[in-house]
């Protein structure tokens, strides 16, 4: 990505992290056959720091959505504390085929690995890590065929990898889209899955640090059947746009005080 490019994904900055909106399709980091990543593009968002940010958590491949970047060494440290303890809240956006019959409920299916031979492929194992997923239909409908669709706030209350992905498809409610634990169905249209929004408690004075990205184009079509608009989203641009400005004003304020003492901002 070019730094213009990285730049229009940069949904939120301090001193501390940053939240990018990642575009699906592209992995957060080099595998071992290697090929391009996300992480390839951070040298463009130091903003005066000597290091590149790095990763506090992961989305896989195929998940778009908020992203949290450590801008040095103890901001991970502290970034990944918060995550391991489960105090970062995290919403996710699905459309899933089919539905569930109510309208809310909480998934507690603990899950481990497939098989050796399957990387990182996992599956509901009464043996495995405990995993939880709270969800809430946010909307219903149908697809451009006819079929029953249905639009999901997941929140995972554990980090396992596939964790959403595993627990929907185990409650006969795939995530639309998923080729290895769904039917693969309208699979053209991608993963319909999206890191819609996270709360960072960064610090024990402030609320948390709340931040949510916009629902991308390959997911939007899918949303509007099951009664989306984009007055949501411009809800959210209007809400960044108020941030971004009382940040700006916090910032000229460090900086002038810093001048009157003879400091460096």
Known sequence: MTPEEINAR?????GLMLVLDKPRGLPVHRGPKGGESFEDSFSHLRFGLPR???LAHRLDKDT?????LGRHRKALE??????????????Y???????PAEDEGLIDLPLGRLDATRGWWMKVDLQGQPSQTLWTVLGRGVDAFGAPIAWLALKPLTGRTHQLRVHCAAQSFPILGDPIY???RNGEAGLQLHARSIAVPLSNNKPPIAVEACAPAHLQEFLAACGWTSALDEAVLLARQAREKLREQERDAEAGAADAKGEPA
């Open 182 to 184: 769904g039917s693969g």
């Open 64 to 68: 778009s959505g908020c992203l949290v």
């Open 93 to 99: 956006w699905a459309v899933v085929e089919g539905g």
């Open 78 to 91: 502290k970034l990944g504390r918060l995550f391991k303890q489960g105090k970062i809240d995290k919403t």
């Open 52 to 54: 590149d940010p790095a």
């Open 10 to 14: 940069l949904l939120y900055r301090d």
